[in-house]
C-alpha cells in the first residue's frame, strides 16, 4: 500500500510503498478515507511530545493518529492509535477501535471538524457551564479552533461574543461566524489593554477560551484587577486550551484576589459528556450550522503538504 513514511524523528513524511497491515484477532482492517493534517501530528513526528517515543517505538514508521475510513461493511467511521510502526497516514489501517460515523457526511468534513468543535464545546457546556445570554471572549479565534469556537458559543446561547487574533483576513472573516467584536491582538500593549476594556463593556466577561496564552493574556488578564474595594461582582471562568502564543503567562495576584476571576483546565468531563457532545455536533454537521475552511490534499502531496505555512485558519486534509 501507498503511505506517509518517516525514517527518524524530526524527518518530513515521504510518499512510498509499505507492507499492509495485518490485522489481529482483536482488529479491525479499514479503508482509509481522510485524516487531519495537524500541528500535533508534526509535534509527535518531530519527537517533542511526551507520547512520541511509544507512538513512534520503531522505524520506519507511517505518520499519523487517527483518521476516518470504511469497514469491511461499508461503514465510514473514525479510528484512533494503531499499532507501530503503522499510522493514520496510509492507504489502510488496523484498528482495535472504531466510532461509527452518522451515514451522508463527507468524510473529510468528518474527519477535521467534530475535534475542533468538541474542544470548544466541552469546556463551555460542562466546564465553565455556559449560560443562555453572557459574554464570551474567544482569545485566539482566527485559528481554526476559534473559528469554530464562536459558532459553538453562539449556538449554546451565549449572548455575546468576542473574537481576537493576528491574522487581517481571517479577523475580517469572524463577525460573519457569529462575532460580536473582534480584536486586532498586533496593536501595543496599552491600546490592546484598551480594546479589552472597550469590548467587555459594563457586564464584562463571563467566559474566556484562551487558544494562544502567552503575553495576549497577560495584557487580557490586566482588565479584571479590580478597579474598586469590595467583593467580586461575578465569576469570570476563564479556561486556557492552547499556547500558541507562549507556555508561559505572568499571573499577579492582584488578577486574582477580588477579580472573581477563577483559571481552570478542562476540569472533569466524562465519557457521558463526550457522547452527548459527539452527537450535538453530528447534528450541528447535518444541519450545515458548522463552517471549517478546509483543503483536500492527495496522500501522494504529503510532503509539501507537511511543509506548509500558509494556513491561518484552514484544515488540511489528507486523501489517500
Same mark, same amino acid.
Given at each position: ?31 482509509? /478515507?481522510?485524516?487531519?493534517? =495537524?500541528?500535533?501530528? @508534526? ?9 512520541? /517515543? ?8 507511517? +505518520?499519523?493518529?487517527?483518521? #476516518? ?14 499499532? $507501530? ?32 468543535? &468538541? ?14 445570554? =453572557? ?7 482566527? %485559528? ?14 451565549? %449572548?455575546?461574543?468576542?473574537?481576537? !487574533?493576528?491574522?487581517? @483576513? ?11 467584536? #473582534?480584536?486586532?491582538?498586533?496593536? $501595543?500593549?496599552?491600546?490592546?489593554? =484598551? ?12 467566559? +474566556? ?22 467583593? $467580586? /461582582? @461575578?465569576? *469570570?471562568?476563564?479556561?486556557? *486550551?492552547?499556547?500558541?502564543? %507562549?507556555?508561559?503567562?505572568? +499571573? ?7 477579580? %472573581? ?15 452527548? !457532545? ?6 450541528? *454537521? ?29 484544515? &488540511?486534509?489528507?486523501?489517500?
Amino acid at each position: 500500500m501507498k503511505a506517509a513514511v518517516i525514517n527518524n524523528f524530526g524527518a518530513t513524511p515521504r510518499y512510498g510503498d509499505f507492507a499492509n497491515p495485518i490485522p489481529g484477532n482483536d482488529e479491525t482492517l479499514v479503508d482509509v /478515507k481522510a485524516i487531519v493534517l =495537524e500541528n500535533f501530528e @508534526k509535534l509527535v513526528a518531530g519527537g517533542e511530545h511526551y507520547s512520541s /517515543k511509544n507512538m513512534y517505538a520503531q522505524f520506519p514508521a507511517i +505518520v499519523g493518529h487517527r483518521g #476516518v475510513g470504511t469497514t469491511p461493511d461499508g461503514k465510514l467511521a473514525g479510528f484512533g492509535i494503531m499499532r $507501530p510502526p503503522y499510522g493514520a497516514f496510509a492507504e489502510k489501517a488496523a484498528v482495535k477501535h472504531f466510532v461509527p460515523i452518522p451515514d451522508g457526511i463527507d468524510p473529510a468534513i468528518a474527519a477535521a471538524v467534530p475535534p475542533s468543535a &468538541l474542544t470548544s464545546y466541552l469546556p463551555l457546556k460542562h466546564t465553565a457551564k455556559i449560560e443562555k445570554g =453572557e459574554t464570551v471572549l474567544i482569545n485566539g479565534a482566527t %485559528g481554526v479552533s476559534g473559528r469554530i469556537a464562536i459558532q459553538v458559543a453562539k449556538m449554546l446561547g451565549a %449572548g455575546r461574543v468576542v473574537g481576537t !487574533g493576528r491574522n487581517e @483576513k481571517s479577523l475580517k472573516l469572524l463577525e460573519s461566524l457569529g462575532a460580536d467584536a #473582534v480584536i486586532d491582538l498586533k496593536q $501595543p500593549d496599552e491600546p490592546l489593554l =484598551e480594546a479589552f476594556e472597550k469590548e467587555k463593556g459594563d457586564s464584562g466577561y463571563d467566559i +474566556v477560551i484562551d487558544f494562544i496564552w502567552g503575553h495576549p493574556a497577560e495584557i487580557l488578564l490586566q482588565c479584571f484587577v479590580p478597579k474598586d474595594m469590595g467583593l $467580586p /461582582k @461575578k465569576t *469570570i471562568r476563564y479556561i486556557p *486550551i492552547g499556547a500558541k502564543a %507562549g507556555a508561559g503567562a505572568y +499571573v499577579t495576584g492582584e488578577m486574582l484576589r477580588t477579580s %472573581g476571576l477563577q483559571l481552570s483546565g478542562m476540569g472533569r468531563v466524562t465519557h457521558e459528556d463526550i457522547a452527548a !457532545g459527539s452527537s450535538q455536533v453530528w447534528e450541528w *454537521i447535518r444541519e450545515n450550522k458548522l463552517y471549517m475552511d478546509i483543503e483536500k490534499v492527495p496522500l501522494a502531496d504529503i510532503e509539501q503538504a507537511w511543509l506548509r505555512d500558509d494556513l491561518a485558519g484552514k484544515r &488540511l486534509v489528507i486523501i489517500p
